[in-house]
């Protein structure tokens, strides 16, 4: 059973925005940033205190396999497709790039996964390292995505979709995270 705190709307007002799919989106962001700072904020601290440092990661990684994919399903499977109808090429362009956006920060996100699960007990410097460039690597990449979602995606989503189309969006929010 999953936990309302582990979805994308971990508390009231949050849990509201499934019913308008596009503050819903900017409220993820919100979820995603936050889980990005962790990643890079324990960097300092896997030498002098590294299970803390992990059980933050691991904690991390958890809303990224969870909310994170079904974010990006939101996103892919069922804002997009609806708005293409309504698309300049300009902005079908901006959709595609999105979408490949998403494969890269996918690879980076599989790299830092591949880079902890090497993790031995004591981390050496040249580990920490690694770690230190692919969490930045990911963060950049995902706030880069994050923030030009905020302005262009969200714009062009609340000039092309009508009422029903946000209220299908919805719906299928609701069942891909077991809600409806
Ligand atoms: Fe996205
Ligand atoms: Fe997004």
New binding site residues.
Partial sequence: MIKPSQLCQGNSPERQTLDDPLRH?TA??RR?EERLDTLERVTPHWQSRRDEALAAVRNAFRFFDTNGVW??E??ERSIFPRMRHGLSEDEQAYVGELERQHDVAEAAYENLRAIVGKLNEAPTGEWVAEYDAAAKTLARLYRD??AS?DSR?VEIGARILNATELETISAEMKRRRGLA
């Fill in positions: 989106l993820c962001h995603i974010h990006t939101d996103e995505h994050i979602e995606l």
